[in-house]
T-cell receptor
């Protein structure tokens, strides 16, 4: 059983397009995150939701909009994609009050 | 703001030796520090957590130390094996409370040669 899953695994698209990445966790956790890992391998948090409520919102362009339909899902929609958006995006989950985070396999986004 | 420094150069060691990776932070002392392993093309996997009032934590061949005076954590893998080859990430809480926000280091790549 996959604990944290993401789709798609790879995403190649043109500049200016809009795309979505989906994330689901079956761990029963109440908190989910989106991270961006750039080419230098730095992993930086973008957003966090707890029980569908946004609790962390880093300095991220407003072209990025997270949506949490329920506590098991956290999707990321990106409008007007730019070259600099090319990166690996990781979803993670945890139970609030515990510090361990469980990561998905990542979505490799390439903007041409 | 908090900065985390991990040796960006790869660490190459011989199988059977002990690998020691360093994580230094520059600002406030975190409530806890975590170590994750990341294999190429995969997401990070949690290994160990150590709290500010703990000096050392062990799990099988892994050992983590936490020195709040030096602002440093050391991560040791004893009797290293080629399967231990991966990138190891250090992560700290951001000090703003129980939001689960982690700040990650750049990671150190370990290569264990047979």
């Amino acid at each position: 059983d996959t604990a944290v899953s993401q789709t798609p695994k790879y995403l190649v698209t043109q500049m200016g397009n809009d795309k979505s990445i989906k994330c689901e966790q079956n761990l029963g956790h109440d908190t989910m995150y989106w991270y961006k890992q750039d080419s230098k391998k730095f992993l930086k948090i973008m957003f966090s939701y707890n029980n569908k409520e946004l609790i962390i919102n880093e300095t991220v362009p407003n072209r990025f909009s997270p949506k949490s339909p329920d506590k098991a899902h956290l999707n990321l929609h990106i409008n007007s994609l730019e070259l600099g958006d090319s990166a690996v995006y990781f979803c993670a989950s945890s139970q609030l009050g515990t510090e361990t985070q469980y990561f998905g396999p990542g979505t490799r986004l390439l903007v041409l | 703001s908090q900065k985390i420094e991990q040796n960006s150069e790869a660490l190459n060691i011989q199988e059977g030796k002990t690998a020691t990776l360093t994580c230094n932070y520059t600002n406030y002392s975190p409530a806890y520090l975590q170590w994750y392993r990341q294999d190429p093309g995969r997401g990070p996997v949690f290994l160990l957590l150590i709290r500010e009032n703990e000096k050392e934590k062990r799990k099988e061949r892994l050992k983590v130390t936490f020195d709040t005076t030096l602002k440093q954590s050391l991560f040791h893998i004893t009797a290293s094996q080629p399967a231990d080859s991966a990138t190891y990430l250090c992560a700290l809480d951001d000090g703003s409370g129980n939001t689960g926000k982690l700040i990650f280091g750049q990671g150190t790549t370990l290569q264990v040669k047979p």
